[in-house]
């Protein structure tokens, strides 16, 4: 099993009580760059240092995420494989492109995440500032998803939203607490908890 573990955003102290015992138990930890290894040398020192370059060139990277892919899969098919990554795994992350071609090359292996404190809610402590009321993050590129906190109504929500141009919908309701709920598509509810998330996407 491969399994993405967030590591936050550069302060050993700032990894989760679960990311810390994931690397711990790990058969093998793999990490993105020299900067990655300093933020987790407190919990293992033994890591395998990967190539993934800070390029514009998408042929190379698309070479080197491929010859990763061969590195981990032998580890990942048979033991636990901890691949560790700056920030949140699913949150502007090159894990998902990793995934992506492990899938591809190796179907049988299976993937989980351990989120990270992000970027943003270490910049807002950082920056001695609170972030209330609508929020927009872009990497510069177009719109292409969108989160919706507190979403009570989700079924009427998502019919608003096909009309700006999303087709995929995921809501989930109490995220790692009793009752969490994950729905998709055409199974959102007509109501939800408070403690609910709303994932939107426009596929082109």
Do not use: W
């Amino acid at each position: 099993m491969l399994v993405g573990v967030g590591i936050g955003p550069g302060d050993p102290e700032l990894l989760t009580v679960r990311a810390v015992r994931m690397i711990r138990e790990a058969d093998a930890v793999f990490v993105p760059g020299r900067v990655a290894a300093a933020i987790i040398a407190p919990y293992r020192t033994d890591v395998q240092v990967l190539s993934f370059p800070m390029t514009d060139d998408e042929d190379y990277i698309a070479r080197c995420i491929e010859e990763n892919v061969e590195t981990i899969a032998p580890v990942a098919r048979d033991g636990l494989c901890v691949f560790c990554i700056l920030g949140d795994p699913n949150f502007y992350g090159t894990f998902s492109r990793l995934t992506a071609v492990l899938a591809e090359r190796h179907p049988g292996i299976a993937c989980a995440t351990v989120p990270g404190i992000s970027a943003i809610t270490a910049f807002a402590s950082v920056a001695g500032v609170s972030v209330a009321g609508g929020v927009g993050v872009s990497d510069g590129s177009p719109e292409s998803s969108r989160l919706l906190l507190k979403v009570k109504r989700p079924k009427e929500t998502a019919e608003r939203l096909r009309e700006e141009g999303f087709d995929e919908f995921v809501l989930v309701e109490r995220m790692y607490m009793e009752g969490e709920r994950v729905c998709r598509g055409e199974d959102l509810p007509e109501e939800s908890s408070y403690f609910s998330v709303l994932f939107a996407r426009k596929n082109e």
